[in-house]
């Protein structure tokens, strides 16, 4: 069985770009949600989706949107980056109303 | 809507000594409790978890918890730790019946000296 994995690991971007994060479930769950963690914070829920519709948005502005795809593989976009969107952004997959597996993340840094 | 405090941000401890990690959540509704795992460079995982019945709940890797409505308070304890316990722990709480959608404190740093 395959866990979460997520991609790239590390991505360094410049203030005002966008950037594309890639998230695949692990085999059978229909369910991924996104979280922002800054550095010494716990992570912050950004969104979930569920069968391809987006089913729960955290405190995050517009410029973070998603999408999942038709295999429940799921893209994770910011747009207009910001020195403060610099975190581990975290994936987990899940079945509805079931406890959530993580993936190891991927570093973003703006410089 | 729900919080997590963990009550200290830091706890240092000798290997083979036991250790108790703090988490006090706040909830107008009834709840579900985790406490989550991150050695570093890596993301979570799940140690154990509170839904319903038995309030002591035991987890991976020696861990249990002990859940106390009247003090709201989820904390975590293993009665002898190993170095390779070193890592950030995180409490976490969700509605129950919701989508279970967790809300995380800020991590304890466990710090195992040999």
């Known amino acids: 069985e395959t866990g979460v994995t997520q991609s790239p690991t590390h991505l360094i971007k410049t203030r005002g770009q966008q950037v594309t994060l890639r998230c695949s479930s692990q085999?059978?769950?229909?369910?991924v949600s996104w979280y922002q963690q800054a550095l010494g914070q716990g992570p912050q829920f950004i969104f979930q989706?569920?069968?391809?519709?987006?089913?729960g948005r955290g405190n995050f502005p517009p410029r973070f949107s998603g999408l999942q795809f038709p295999n429940y593989s799921s893209e994770l976009n910011v747009n207009a980056l910001e020195l403060d969107d610099s975190a581990l952004y975290l994936c987990?997959?899940?079945?509805?109303?079931?406890?959530?597996?993580f993936g190891p993340g991927t570093r973003l840094t703006v410089t | 809507a729900q919080s997590v405090t963990q009550l200290d941000s830091q706890v240092p401890v000798f290997e083979e000594a036991p250790v108790e990690l703090r988490c006090n959540y706040s909830?107008?509704?009834?709840?579900?409790l985790f406490w989550y795992v991150q050695y570093p460079n890596q993301g979570l995982q799940l140690l154990l978890k509170?839904?319903?019945?038995?309030?002591l709940v035991k987890g991976i890797n020696g861990f249990e918890a002990e859940f106390n409505k009247s003090q709201t308070s989820f904390h975590l304890r293993k009665p002898s730790v190993h170095i390779s316990d070193t890592a950030e722990y995180f409490c976490?709480?969700?509605?129950?019946?919701?989508?279970?959608?967790?809300?995380f404190g800020r991590g304890t740093s466990l710090i195992v000296h040999p």
């Open positions: 987990a997959s899940s079945l509805p109303f079931y406890e959530q597996y």
């Open positions: 085999s059978g769950h229909n369910t």
């Open positions: 989706y569920y069968r391809e519709e987006e089913n």
């Open positions: 909830s107008s509704v009834s709840v579900y």
């Open positions: 509170y839904l319903s019945g038995s309030t």
């Open positions: 976490a709480v969700s509605a129950s019946g919701g989508s279970y959608i967790p809300t």
